[in-house]
C-alpha cells in the first residue's frame, strides 16, 4: 500500500473498467456477469479519473555532490595589537590561528 492505498485493488479495477468496451455488453450487463456493481464501476471510474489528474506524490531521493574545501591563498586575517602594530597572516591554517592568538593573549 502506498498513500494508504491498495495499488493491486486499483490495478483491478483499470483492467475491469479498460476491459469493458470489448465486452459487448452494456456496463449494467457487464458488472453482473464479474459480480460487482454498477455504482462501484462508476465509482472506481472516476476516482481513477480524479487520481491520473493528480501529480506524483513521489518524493524525490536527497542529492548530495562531494565538497571538498581548499583554503584560499587569498585569505588574510589582520590582528590588531594592543601596540599599535597590524599583524597580517595569509593563507593560515587553524592551528597557525591559533598559535597567534595564544601568544598575543599572553601577558608579556
Known amino acids: 500500500m502506498r498513500n494508504g492505498r491498495d495499488l493491486e485493488l486499483e490495478r483491478e ?18 458488472c453482473q456477469a464479474r459480480g460487482f456493481s454498477l455504482a462501484s ?9 480524479r487520481r491520473d489528474k493528480q501529480p506524483s506524490i513521489t518524493p524525490m531521493a536527497p542529492r548530495f555532490v562531494p565538497v571538498r574545501i581548499i ?4 585569505l588574510k586575517v589582520k590582528v590588531p595589537c594592543p601596540s599599535g602594530h597590524v599583524v597580517t597572516v595569509a ?13 598575543l ?3 608579556v
Request: avoid cysteine.
Open 71 to 74: 583554503p584560499s591563498p587569498m
Open 41 to 49: 464501476y462508476y465509482f472506481w471510474q472516476a476516482e481513477l479519473r
Open 105 to 107: 593573549s599572553r601577558d
Open 91 to 103: 593563507g593560515s591554517d587553524s592551528v597557525t590561528l591559533s598559535s597567534i592568538f595564544t601568544a
Open 13 to 30: 479495477w483499470r483492467r475491469r473498467i479498460a476491459a469493458w468496451p470489448a465486452s459487448g455488453q452494456t456496463k449494467k450487463l457487464y
